[in-house]
């Protein structure tokens, strides 16, 4: 099981629009430290020219992206319009052999 995929199961669950989450909660939900590139914003936010790495596959496949307010160590995760991203389908139909 991908790392993340535990966050990604959270999200799905969520009723909200808005999860507001510490550094910590995440932490507790996937089983293990966050590594030291989680204190960079880049490291949350997917880059559209770049690869998609695996935190961002959960985010996407679940139908959220990240906020993250690195000083106060908390993300809020927002739901996307319309659910899934296209990255993130298409990362999960790829990941899943449906492509």
């Known amino acids: 099981m991908p790392k993340y995929a535990p ?6 669950r969520q009723k909200r629009a808005e999860v507001d989450l510490t550094f910590r909660d995440i932490e507790r939900i996937v ?3 966050l590594p ?13 020219s ?6 961002h596959t959960a985010f996407a496949d679940a139908g ?8 106060a160590e908390t993300v809020r995760f927002v739901r996307r319009e319309g659910g899934r991203s296209p ?9 899943d052999g449906a492509l």
Do not use: N, S, T, Y
């Open 31 to 33: 089983g293990g430290i």
């Open 7 to 12: 966050l990604a199961a959270f999200l799905r």
């Open 50 to 55: 770049g690869p998609m790495m695996p935190q």
């Open 36 to 48: 030291k590139a989680a204190a960079v914003d880049g490291w949350w936010r997917a880059d559209p």
């Open 87 to 95: 990255a993130g389908v298409a990362q999960v139909a790829a990941r």
């Open 64 to 71: 959220f992206v990240a906020e993250p307010r690195i000083r």
